[in-house]
């Protein structure tokens, strides 16, 4: 397995995902990580008991949830997945009509196939977020409407690769529903003490206060949610199990930068 820095901390979320796959309290239930796991020649070991193993099953259950909710209103819309690394959301949330595109780095997109062929309706992109012309490949298969899922991707851009992004993604997407995590200065600071990120190469670059940083730039986005990991929406809280509620209610009484200052958005295109 050949990754790129960054495009290795994509083997964080899915470590998370297959040790929750393991718990009877399980939040995603997502065998098909454990799967992955067990077929990939990695130390996973490195990121064993780390807190943010369980704070990457909630911001990927958070950003299930919006998915959700658009296939719900839209059973025959598109689904593109930005910096899709080994996520496999597909596999928990298909539901049969909607289309499906998995973009990422070359790298990740060969590590992809070998686990995930392409079908009528689920296609693998190989290029960056920021290349113009990845949005035609989309838009000639599928007429919308669109969910752009942005998880854990822009924030390793620095804030000039973000901007150029967002305004890409706002130009071939007009009106999409895009979901996005954003990180503040504070947390950007410190990363080198983040449990996580310490153990690998890469680190974010692009420190954003909150999503209203969008508006100002693109005049017209719609900031329809943002939430922290200690504060859900409250229909997503309560299908929790009670040690993760449990766990979160005591992370809302700290009230601790690192985590009140990485932030789950989603946003309306202008």
């Not at 990927?60 to 910096?83: R, Y």
């Not at 596999?91 to 062929?117: C, I, K, M, Q, S």
């Not at 298969?141 to 993604?169: C, K, M, N, T």
């Not at 670059?205 to 990991?229: E, K, M, N, Y």
Request: hydrophobic content about 45%; proline content about 7%; aromatic content about 8%.
């Amino acid at each position: 397995m050949q990754l790129g820095s960054v495009q290795e901390t994509l083997l964080i979320p899915l470590y998370g995902r297959a040790v929750d796959a393991r718990r009877k309290d399980s939040v995603l239930g997502d065998t098909r990580a454990a799967e992955l796991v067990a077929s990939l020649d990695y130390d996973f070991t490195r990121f064993d008991d780390l807190p943010s193993l369980t704070g990457a099953v909630l911001r990927t259950a958070l950003f299930d949830h919006w998915v959700s909710g658009f296939l719900t209103a839209h059973p025959a819309g598109t689904l593109v997945e930005l910096g899709a690394g080994l996520n496999t959301r597909y596999e928990r949330l298909d539901n049969g009509t909607a289309h499906w595109f998995d973009l990422d780095l070359p790298d990740v997109t060969a590590l992809r196939r070998t686990f995930v062929p392409d079908t009528p309706r689920r296609t693998a992109i190989a290029a960056s977020v920021t290349e113009a012309a990845w949005p035609d490949i989309v838009t000639a298969r599928s007429a919308g409407p669109y969910f752009l899922a942005a998880e854990a991707v822009l924030p390793f851009l620095d804030e000039a690769g973000a901007r150029h992004a967002i305004g890409l993604l706002s130009d071939r997407f007009p009106g999409a529903l895009l979901a996005l995590d954003t990180a503040g200065p504070a947390f950007i600071a410190g990363q080198d003490h983040h449990d996580a990120l310490s153990k690998v190469d890469a680190r974010m670059r692009w420190a954003c206060a909150g999503p209203d940083q969008l508006a100002q730039w693109f005049p017209g986005i719609d900031v329809l949610a943002s939430h922290t990991l200690s504060t859900p929406p409250t229909k997503m809280y309560e299908e929790l199990p009670v040690a993760h509620r449990q766990l979160l209610d005591g992370l809302a009484a700290q009230q601790l930068p690192q985590v009140e200052e990485y932030r789950l958005n989603l946003v309306r295109l202008p």
